[in-house]
């Protein structure tokens, strides 16, 4: 097996390539020909000929070639087999391997008691158990221009999901998550992009905006399990995450204050929006099934724990959104930047 640009080859070589072949391959041109007529002299075999013919002409020799099979093993068939890096449970994948030149392999990770660590998009020690004693009911009333801009840009964009939505929260749960997930992935990369240009720290922020980006698509992961979507919800989530993302961006660039200001009172509707879901829950209009497994270990729950639990915890991270994106316009209002105040990392 060998790679050519981006494309993996993978051949089964029955034998040694003959020297006549390859001077039949190369019909015409004089000058290789002759090289190689001279190599064979010098060599005294076919094999060393078509190995010196791979390692002169690799674009040309090796379409046909394995370099394992020349001369070492009479047939090799290999096959090749691809493991998703993504969030799926790698225990579906058991008994596959990527074939690969580089020798990357991935790490065995077990869990506390010995047993198999079945997913690839979080570890272990990325676990944690949500804090569910947080205050919910913390608001931060607009006062500025900028507040109360933000606050009412956030109320209209209630007014349409209600509608389109209306009580299926398992699935505005699962659709608002994906842009949930978009405005600590652009805070974050524009600090690292202002960090780089500056030459100076971020005081933590990027990492802290990042963590909670993934935060928020561990969300997202989570709620697939509960919810699949439609196609039409599947398209709807194109076409917003692309107008939201590039809205936030420029926000952001305008005015982070505005841009975290805009984030908090999100995570305060998302608080309304998970107390809704969980009342719902609480009255029988929504089965409290088995929470999915990947929630049972990113947030350590029991293993008897319900789809009532994980809205809880669900919850609580949005309240610790809620207050690191409040304090971070907070720190810009007092005419600081974030870098100027420890991030507060691993708060949820």
């Not at 981006?6 to 390859?22: E, I, N, Y």
């Not at 020349?70 to 074939?99: F, H, M």
């Not at 869990?111 to 009911?137: H, R, V």
């Amino acid at each position: 097996m060998m790679s050519r640009g981006s494309t993996t080859v993978v051949r089964s070589v029955t034998g040694v390539m003959s020297t006549k072949r390859l001077f039949s391959s190369v019909a015409g041109n004089g000058s290789v020909i002759g090289a190689m007529r001279s190599s064979a002299g010098v060599f005294g075999s076919e094999k060393a000929v078509a190995t010196w013919w791979i390692n002169t002409y690799p674009v040309i020799g090796a379409r046909n070639a394995s370099t394992v099979a020349l001369g070492e093993k009479e047939q090799q068939d290999v096959k090749e087999e691809t493991v998703s890096g993504g969030g799926a449970n790698a225990g579906d994948r058991k008994g596959k391997e990527v074939v690969s030149y580089w020798g990357v392999k991935p790490s065995k990770v077990t869990k506390e008691d010995g047993s198999e660590w079945k997913w690839n998009c979080f570890k272990p020690w990325e676990t944690y158990q949500a804090d569910l004693s947080i205050d919910l009911k913390k608001h931060h009333v607009p006062k500025t221009f900028l507040d109360k801009f933000a606050y009412w840009t956030v109320k209209s964009l209630r007014l349409p999901t209600d509608i389109f939505f209306q009580r299926r929260y398992g699935c505005r749960a699962m659709m608002l998550e994906t842009v949930a997930a978009v405005p600590g992935m652009v805070g974050g990369m524009l600090l690292h992009c202002k960090s780089l240009r500056r030459f100076e720290h971020s005081g933590g922020w990027i990492k802290a905006l990042l963590e909670e980006a993934e935060n928020e698509r561990m969300h997202l992961m989570t709620f697939m399990e509960v919810a699949k979507p439609k196609w039409y919800e599947r398209a709807l989530v194109f076409t917003v995450q692309g107008i939201f993302f590039n809205a936030y961006f420029l926000a952001y660039l305008a005015s982070p204050k505005l841009a975290h200001r805009i984030t908090g009172y999100l995570e305060e509707e998302a608080i309304h929006s998970y107390t809704e879901f969980l009342k719902e829950l609480d009255k029988g209009n929504i089965e409290n099934v088995k929470a999915p497994a990947i929630a049972i270990d990113y947030w350590r729950l029991p293993a008897d724990s319900t789809l009532r639990d994980v809205v809880m915890v669900v919850r609580a991270d949005e309240a610790h959104h809620r207050d690191v994106n409040h304090f971070a316009s907070d720190v810009h209002y007092q005419g600081l930047e974030l870098k100027d105040s420890p991030a507060p990392i691993g708060y949820h």
